[in-house]
């Protein structure tokens, strides 16, 4: 039995391939730079690689029903939804980015930082997509990240690099 669920585990390895495996991320502010700007991630599993975005997906989120609604949408293919983490839209926004239905596993998205850039507020997200020779999942995915960030005035420019991970 024990032999069994070994091989269980391994083959779910080897088929998730370069793909990343999802962490818990405790609640960590990250900054960066001159200008920079905290980003608060929430302690939940994120990114989210089987989300229901399956549009390349940009969002400021701004109030509660906005929330609710991409909350469902995010995790459109999981059940039960797991509850939305409260947000004190009074204080703080949400940004969103999904990188939209992908073909197969071994791609991944993340908001990495922002930063006070003159007349506006720019969100650096990295897209990683699997490289030659990379193993992956055959199944469809749609990644997706969210962090939160403190309220701001200024309008927000997400940028977006682009990366391909080499599996040698």
Not at 20 to 33: D, I, N, W
Not at 68 to 87: F, K, M, T
Not at 95 to 121: C, Q
Request: proline fraction near 6%.
């Amino acid at each position: 039995m024990r032999t069994i669920r070994l091989i269980a585990v391994v083959t779910a390895v080897l088929a998730g391939g370069c793909t990343e495996l999802p962490t818990v991320r405790h609640m960590e502010q990250k900054t960066f730079g001159e200008g920079q700007v905290a980003l608060v991630r929430f302690d939940v599993q994120f990114p989210a690689y089987y989300s229901g975005f399956g549009e390349q997906t940009r969002r400021v989120v701004t109030n509660q029903s906005e929330w609710e609604a991409a909350w469902r949408q995010l995790w459109h293919n999981v059940r039960p939804i797991p509850d939305a983490p409260p947000v004190d839209f009074d204080r703080e926004i949400v940004l969103l980015a999904a990188m939209g239905s992908r073909g197969t596993g071994g791609y991944t998205i993340h908001v990495e930082d922002a930063a006070v850039n003159g007349d506006h507020v720019t969100v650096r997200v990295i897209e990683t997509s699997p490289g030659r020779g990379c193993g992956t999942t055959q199944a469809v995915t749609a990644p997706a990240d969210v962090v939160k960030l403190t309220r701001t005035p200024l309008p927000i420019r997400f940028e977006t690099v682009r990366s391909v991970h080499d599996c040698g």
